[in-house]
């Protein structure tokens, strides 16, 4: 889809990938650490050990992505002294990177984090298919709508992206809120 908008917007996409990789590693970081800590619990049947560090894991996942985030966003200008771009490409690519940035922050750590701790407990089929769901019902039919249909280029394509994380991050939370997945058994 983005190769369908116009040299300065595929350029401050290009940009912003390697950006957004760094701004992301927070989330992806404490994925595995989710894993292991619940999945621990799991497997010894303790879920009222298993719910606390779900709370205090997400907790701290929400703290260090928010610093994280706001420290890459800090650095964005001078990472753009080591592209050759115009200032138009320079101020999407600042743009979008502040838009992934705050959603990377406040709601990543709910649609993948979470997600992966649900996995965890064996809660499988759930999260496969809202992550499916969310990922082509919301972030690829919304990158259409956004991008192509309203003319948003890039940044409609950035907002269904973050529109996949704000619908999955509910899905995830009211799934564990709802504590179905201390119905499963792990070994």
């Avoid at 907790?59 to 200008?77: D, R, S």
Wanted: include cysteine; glycine fraction near 8%; proline fraction near 2%.
């Amino acid at each position: 889809v983005v190769a369908l908008f116009g040299t300065y917007q595929i350029a401050a996409n290009g940009v912003v990938q390697s950006i957004w990789t760094m701004a992301s590693l927070v989330c992806v970081t404490m994925g595995p650490v989710f894993i292991t800590v619940i999945g621990q619990c799991m497997g010894a049947g303790d879920t009222v050990q298993a719910e606390l560090n779900f709370k205090k894991l997400t907790k701290v996942t929400l703290v260090f992505a928010i610093l994280w985030n706001g420290l890459v966003f800090a650095v964005t200008p001078v990472l753009m002294n080591f592209y050759a771009l115009e200032e138009e490409t320079k101020r999407l690519t600042i743009l979008l990177v502040l838009v992934h940035n705050i959603f990377n922050a406040v709601a990543f750590p709910f649609a993948d984090p979470l997600g992966k701790g649900l996995r965890a407990t064996g809660d499988v089929k759930f999260t496969t298919v809202i992550s499916l769901f969310t990922t082509i019902g919301v972030r690829f039919m919304f990158s259409i709508l956004f991008g192509i249909v309203l003319d948003m280029g890039v940044m409609g394509i950035s907002y269904a992206m973050c529109l996949d994380w704000i619908i999955r991050g509910i899905i995830f939370w009211w799934r564990f809120k709802q504590g179905k997945w201390k119905q499963f058994k792990v070994i």
